[in-house]
């Protein structure tokens, strides 16, 4: 009973008040709204706000990447509208949806300038591949020994990547012995007639692909890995 008769009271009450909002002018109606119900007003826009947010949010997060490969000094197009992106795709079968496929084309620098290893290119590489967002990197000979001096790319005699390693053992490329290193290390696989660079305006020079040493989309890498030599 007393809820009934609280809920008569609010309904007349809110009755009440919208036919005094309505006897005023609109100036005066929007001073008393804003007075008296600021605390209301401020609260269900920031709710709306809140909830917009979220959904945002929620529909524009950051998926995971599936595969990341920089291609050093390489001038063809390799974005996602390019025939190399829609071809690896349909290759590899990796589900877009679910995640990224990055081709980064866009870094320039050749070591064997000394003043290139302080070029901003060089240090996104280098930073990318130490904060394992790199899988993989196309480059000529000097990068590869280059970035493979500093210890950034993978030694492919490592158990993680014998299956590389059986496969394209032919086309390994070593890293010289050094005072850092009794033997020569595996880094680099040569690539340069992979028929897939081939159809495209890409390396004129042999070119090499290496594995990052951070990487843990191994299995990607091999991927394509076997896309650019099918």
Known sequence: MKKRKI??????????EWQKIRQMDRKSAAVYIWDYYKLWIIGIV???????YFITVFLNRPKDTLLHVTMVNFYDNVSEKSDFYKDFIEYSGFNVEEGDVIFDANVFF??????????SYFQKTIAFLEAKTTDAVICEYDNLMGIGAGGRFLDLSDEKVKSIYEK?????????ESEERDEEVPIGIDISDSPVLARMNGYT??????????????????????YLLS
Request: net charge neutral; glycine share 0%; proline share 2%.
């Open 110 to 119: 050749n070591l064997i300038r000394p003043a290139d290893s302080k070029s």
């Open 7 to 16: 809920k008569e009271n609010m309904r007349r009450n809110a009755r009440e």
């Open 205 to 226: 020079d042999k070119c090499y692909i290496a594995v990052s040493a951070y990487t843990e989309r191994l299995d990607a890498v091999e991927v394509f890995i076997d």
């Open 168 to 176: 394209y053992q032919d086309r390994i490329v070593y890293l010289a």
């Open 46 to 52: 920031t709710f709306v706000f809140l909830v917009i």
